[in-house]
């Protein structure tokens, strides 16, 4: 059954994505808040797909920590499922992501037309300038600005070293630091065609505030809610700080 909803729901996206795009392209003209809120009917249309077909729902705790000004959203990064659904849970969201994702055809050529942070990641240091530089522009227009610390998807059970882009950003734009939990790659797992119908649970912290801080400062504060929460909703794969090291490194 599941290999059947996953083959329904990658034949629907594959069907209706490329029209979507062309469609969005073709009001480039409009205002970037109205064309943005426009790509949104993607995102619900995808939700309903993941919900209805994949059988995959949520559940969000601690959705009063949403500010309701601008913010940097730190997400731990499973699958592709939030790259969809933070983007409805953080109202319009502007992601921070690797420009090598426009060469995609239809999806990657969406990403390029709306407001969101692309960045080289072989830039190295300048790319920690381009997060700032175009981050604080997106927070300034009143996007929230959503990026995974880790730099990409990491296994369930696994961690990564937290990259400082982020904190930097909150720092210099003055803005919260909201840190978010999720478990979603135990039912959508990198790379696999298969999906596991079931509930993900995402978790939202409590905002940061960057006064006083310094970038490690927050980094380091975000690291420490994220892990513990991981801790809290998969206890079964999250054990103690050394075994999920150590599970990082096999998994690296």
């Not at 249309?45 to 919900?51: G, H, N, P, S």
């Not at 009143?142 to 904190?167: D, L, N």
């Not at 999906?195 to 975000?222: F, H, Y």
């Amino acid at each position: 059954m599941n290999f059947l909803r996953s083959l329904v729901y990658l034949l629907a996206m594959a069907l209706y994505t490329p029209p979507f795009v062309v469609g969005l392209l073709l009001l480039f003209w409009l205002p970037t808040r109205t064309f943005r809120r426009l790509s949104m009917i993607w995102v619900h249309i995808a939700m309903w797909l993941i919900r209805h077909v994949l059988g995959i729902d949520y559940r969000v705790l601690g959705a009063e920590n949403i500010p309701k000004t601008p913010c940097v959203v730190f997400s731990k990064h499973q699958s592709a499922w939030e790259t969809i659904v933070l983007q409805h849970i953080f109202y319009l969201a502007s992601y921070v992501y690797k420009k090598e994702l426009h060469w995609l055809p239809f999806f990657g050529w969406g990403l390029a037309a709306l407001p969101f942070v692309g960045i080289d990641r072989g830039a190295g240091k300048d790319a920690l300038v381009q997060v700032a530089t175009r981050g604080k522009q997106r927070l300034a227009e009143g996007y929230p600005v959503v990026i995974f610390p880790e730099g990409t998807r990491v296994a369930p059970g696994a961690k990564k070293r937290y990259k400082i882009g982020g904190a930097y950003l909150a720092r210099e734009a003055g803005v919260p630091a909201v840190p978010v939990a999720l478990n979603s790659g135990e039912f959508w797992r990198r790379n696999a065609f298969v999906k596991r119908s079931g509930t993900v649970t995402l978790s939202i912290g409590p905002a940061i505030d960057p006064a006083g801080l310094s970038a490690e400062d927050i980094n380091a504060r975000v690291e420490a809610w994220i892990e513990n929460e991981m801790r809290r909703i998969s206890p079964h794969l999250y054990g103690n700080e050394n075994e999920t090291q150590a599970t990082a490194r096999s998994a690296a």
